[in-house]
């Protein structure tokens, strides 16, 4: 049992105002895992009072201090990376492989990106008689999915340490257990008192509280549309920065090439990947209309393969995060086959064998764009294939979504993948793979505005003067 029943606020871990716990549960196993405290206003008024009181030393430290700050986070993370695997393959059921590899990794990437990009990073730019210079925006409040913890927490926390701003977490209540250790870190490392802050609990209460604050400068949130449009006509009350990071229904484009087959299986196998709770994931495939079947044949037995249970043992997929998320996947299935898609793979229900956990068989349909599992965000493991005729046609289908999150272009012929990515009106694009740490991410669209990862990350925080005559 793991009991998260205290906040870290002003440098301290403090109990909360109004005693009042929350379960958590193991998806795979649908036992409590633990409790965590669950937040008041008057918990956020305490945490954003102590960031808006340490701002003014903090924003003014010098870059020396904030590398210091930030290479020791660097070793204290390095340190308790296996316990961070571990909290994650608990909390939201990512295998262990998966929980220990890319999970903790991403978080350890984007820490080290933000040390990079601080030893050089250009505050202050000349031009003309003018200096432009570029200081930290203020008190920023973060709220975070359970998807991917570390990633969607690192990337928001360590370039806002990086250039001096201060800042209150809301973490997910669905898998609060790393994110409870991340803030260990933080404060075994020595981030200065009120710099960094974290209060757990409801997403109703204490975003709310965080995005109507009117000494909060920025909101930073990763999550739904529905919630993304709330945040921002709250916000807009004390006319905060808000940078959003939402949904997505991204496109995956295979060229008709001899790599079809190739890259069709692993386009589905990728799809399966951390249960489909991933919202750049590539869950519409789009395959050429004179080779429909063999793209079927082939994506039917990747998914087939994928191995399905208990997130702790040598497995590709464990369950989804919680039984509302399984219900909800569990009736786009059902309307799927409602509407008439044809059901390639999977289906409704729970894997052979799995009669307890939030488990969901890998599932394939081949449909229409119009249709409602090619539409609407489905956050599982459900991919629709749909057919193209030409790479024209190809595009069409892909741009036409609400979303432009991300989307991919797989292919022998690098100058057509190149040709057809710039087309996309997404804001991620992934060619044969490519990766990268220091590319902005974010979406078109309803997918959201602002730009995380790399530099562009640090631009988030960071607020412009123009100090005109300064020559």
């Not at 250039?163 to 020595?190: D, N, R, W, Y």
């Not at 757990?200 to 549309?225: K, R, Y």
Request: with cysteine; glycine share 12%; charged share 20%.
């Amino acid at each position: 049992m793991r009991d998260c029943l205290q906040f870290y606020i002003d440098g301290k871990w403090v109990d909360p105002i109004v005693p009042k716990t929350a379960d958590v549960i193991n998806p795979a196993t649908e036992v409590v895992a633990g409790r965590i405290s669950l937040g008041s206003v008057a918990d956020i008024d305490l945490a954003v009072a102590a960031a808006r009181k340490a701002f003014p030393t903090w924003s003014l430290s010098s870059r020396e201090q904030r590398l210091d700050l930030l290479l020791a986070i660097q070793s204290e993370y390095t340190r308790r990376h296996g316990e961070l695997g571990d909290a994650i393959t608990e909390e939201m059921g990512a295998p262990k492989s998966l929980a220990h590899g890319f999970h903790v990794g991403l978080g350890a990437g984007h820490l080290q990106t933000a040390i990079e990009l601080l030893r050089e990073f250009q505050f202050d730019e000349q031009r003309g008689s003018t200096m432009i210079s570029r200081e930290p925006i203020g008190v920023c409040g973060m709220i975070t999915p359970w998807n991917w913890p570390m990633n969607q927490t690192c990337v928001k926390i360590f370039p806002a340490l990086a250039v001096g701003c201060t800042m209150i977490l809301k973490p997910p209540q669905l898998a609060p257990f790393s994110v409870q250790i991340l803030a260990e870190i933080l404060h075994s490392a020595g981030v200065p008192a009120g710099v960094f802050n974290m209060v757990q609990g409801s997403g109703s209460v204490l975003g709310t509280a965080l995005t109507t604050h009117p000494d909060v400068d920025m909101i930073s949130f990763t999550g739904s549309e529905s919630v993304g449009v709330q945040i921002t006509k709250d916000a807009a009350e004390t006319v905060k920065r808000v940078g959003l990071e939402l949904g997505g229904k991204s496109a995956y484009i295979v060229l008709d090439d001899a790599s079809m087959a190739e890259k069709v299986g692993a386009a589905t196998a990728a799809m399966m990947g951390n249960s489909g709770q991933t919202c750049s994931a590539g869950s519409r495939l789009l395959v050429p209309s004179a080779r429909l079947e063999e793209a079927i044949a082939v994506a039917s037995a990747a998914a087939s393969t994928v191995t399905v249970g208990n997130p702790t043992g040598n497995v590709a997929m464990g369950p989804v995060v919680s039984k509302g998320q399984y219900d909800i996947i569990q009736q786009y299935i059902e309307t799927g086959m409602s509407e008439g898609a044809r059901l390639i793979a999977g289906g409704p229900g729970r894997p052979e064998g799995l009669d307890k956990g939030w488990f969901v068989r890998p599932t394939v349909f081949l449909t229409t764009n119009d249709s409602v599992i090619a539409r609407e965000e489905i956050f599982g493991p459900v991919l629709v294939i749909i057919a193209y005729d030409d790479l024209d046609h190809a595009v069409e289908i892909a741009n036409d979504s609400n979303f432009g999150l991300a989307g991919y272009v797989d292919g022998l012929d690098v100058e057509t993948c190149r040709s057809v990515g710039r087309r996309l009106r997404a804001g991620w694009i992934g060619i044969n793979g490519g990766f990268d740490f220091h590319a902005a991410f974010g979406g078109y669209k309803r997918s959201g505005n602002g730009r995380e990862w790399g530099e562009f990350g640090f631009h988030e925080y960071l607020e412009i003067k123009s100090l005109v005559g300064y020559a």
